[in-house]
Each structure stands twice: as structure tokens, then as C-alpha cells.
Antibody, heavy 117, light 108 residues
Framework: EVQLVQSGAEVKKPGESLKISCKGS????????IGWVRQMPGKGLEWMGI????????RYSPSFQGQVTISADKSISTAYLQWSSLKASDTAMYYC??????????WGQGTMVTVSS | DIQMTQSPSSLSASVGDRVTITCQAS??????LNWYQQKPGKAPKLLIY???NLETGVPSRFSGSGSGTDFTFTISSLQPEDIATYYC??????????FGPGTKVDIK
């Protein structure tokens, strides 16, 4: 079964760092781009960025450039999304997605990140 | 940047009704348009890719059409399990993506 399994929910304080993960299985992880999508509470979907695990080529949405870092470790079929200094406005559900010919055909279950003092 | 709009933002319809959602791009995107369904508390699911192609396993009551700047998503006969928010999403050859704001569908 093709799936993306994300790490569990996180509760952090403003200013803390965080790295969440997304592990792919059931397909060739290095052959598909992996993206990240943010959904703030009660809001819509926002594309953040995308990485090609085969060579770590990474693209960011202008809205998220410099705010987060996307990386991947192809040896363990895992992509990451990280923050160096969290803000309360980073509170959201984060989904990793597999990109196939323009569409996000496989979605992770989501990781809820709560940032609160 | 390409902007996406959807209308309506929400709708209520009866079981069996035909439901139509429109999505408009701020510039010509050819058929680079996908549709997703997000049920409450769940991750989104791809329904339609490249404007009109049904993803494998998706019921045939869902369909999509359009090209250029104007697109339509249709549920031919609304079912109780179709209660969800529906998003359009455009993509381009530079691997940038934009979602529409979503349309919430309820049962009347």
C-alpha cells in the first residue's frame, strides 16, 4: 500500500525549534516529489514547498521561503519540515503530500503543531 | 502569482440534487487544475486531476470540466457521504501550486 505516515502531534513554546517527519512506503520514494501543505485552524489549504528526494532539489512558496526548511533523507524514505523559531501563528495542521503529474495524489494523515506560551 | 477563486463559498443541497462548484484562475492555466475533497477531521483526497480526469476509485457521480480560466466541478446526485469542503488547485511547470479558498457542501 502506498502511504505517507507523519510524526505525531507537537506542542511547543514560541521561539522553540521543531522538525516534523513524513515517511513514505509502498513506492519508490526517490522518484516522486514530496510537498508540504499547511491548514490553519478553520482555514483552507496552503502549499508551502516541495522537495525531490532523489537529489534534494527544493522549491518554496514565496509565502514560506525563509520561514521553514524542507529536507529529505532518501536512505530512510523520509521528508522533513522544520522551523528554527516557532511563532504562535505557526499553529496549524501540516500535511505531507506525494506529487504526481501536477496533483497531490497521496496525503499523510497530518501533524498538528500547537505553539503556545 | 496565479490567484484562484471559488464560488459559492458554501452551499446546502438535498440528497439527490445536482451540485455545481466553479473555480476561476486569474490567468490561463490550460487544464492544470485538480479538485480535492476534505471531510471534517480528515486529510484531503484527490478526486479529479487535469480538470476532467477521475482519480481511480472515485465514484462516477463526481466530474470536472473546463480549461483556460474557468472550471466546473459537479456532483451529479449528492449523497450524505459527500458532505465535505471541496478545493480546486492549480499547478504549473515550475512546480508551484495554488489552492482555491474552498467550497463547503452541506445537506439541506
Amino acid at each position: 500500500e502506498v502511504q505517507l505516515v507523519q510524526s505525531g502531534a507537537e506542542v511547543k513554546k514560541p521561539g522553540e525549534s521543531l522538525k516534523i517527519s513524513c515517511k513514505g512506503s509502498g513506492y519508490s520514494f526517490t522518484s516522486y516529489w514530496i510537498g508540504w501543505v499547511r491548514q490553519m485552524p478553520g482555514k483552507g489549504l496552503e502549499w508551502m514547498g516541495i522537495i525531490y528526494p532523489g537529489d534534494s532539489d527544493t522549491r518554496y512558496s514565496p509565502s514560506f521561503q525563509g520561514q521553514v526548511t524542507i529536507s529529505a533523507d532518501k536512505s530512510i524514505s523520509t521528508a522533513y519540515l522544520q522551523w528554527s523559531s516557532l511563532k504562535a501563528s505557526d499553529t496549524a495542521m501540516y500535511y505531507c503530500v506525494r506529487h504526481s503529474q501536477g496533483a497531490f495524489d497521496i496525503w499523510g494523515q497530518g501533524t498538528m503543531v500547537t505553539v503556545s506560551s | 502569482d496565479i490567484q484562484m477563486t471559488q464560488s459559492p463559498s458554501s452551499l446546502s443541497a438535498s440528497v439527490g440534487d445536482r451540485v455545481t462548484i466553479t473555480c476561476q484562475a486569474s490567468q490561463d492555466i490550460s487544464n492544470y487544475l485538480n479538485w480535492y475533497q476534505q471531510k471534517p477531521g480528515k486529510a484531503p483526497k484527490l478526486l479529479i486531476y487535469d480538470a476532467s480526469n477521475l482519480e481511480t476509485g472515485v465514484p462516477s457521480r463526481f466530474s470536472g470540466s473546463g480549461s483556460g480560466t474557468d472550471f466546473t466541478f459537479t456532483i451529479s446526485s449528492l449523497q450524505p457521504e459527500d458532505i465535505a469542503t471541496y478545493y480546486c488547485q492549480q499547478y504549473d511547470n515550475l512546480l508551484t501550486f495554488t489552492f482555491g479558498p474552498g467550497t463547503k457542501v452541506d445537506i439541506k
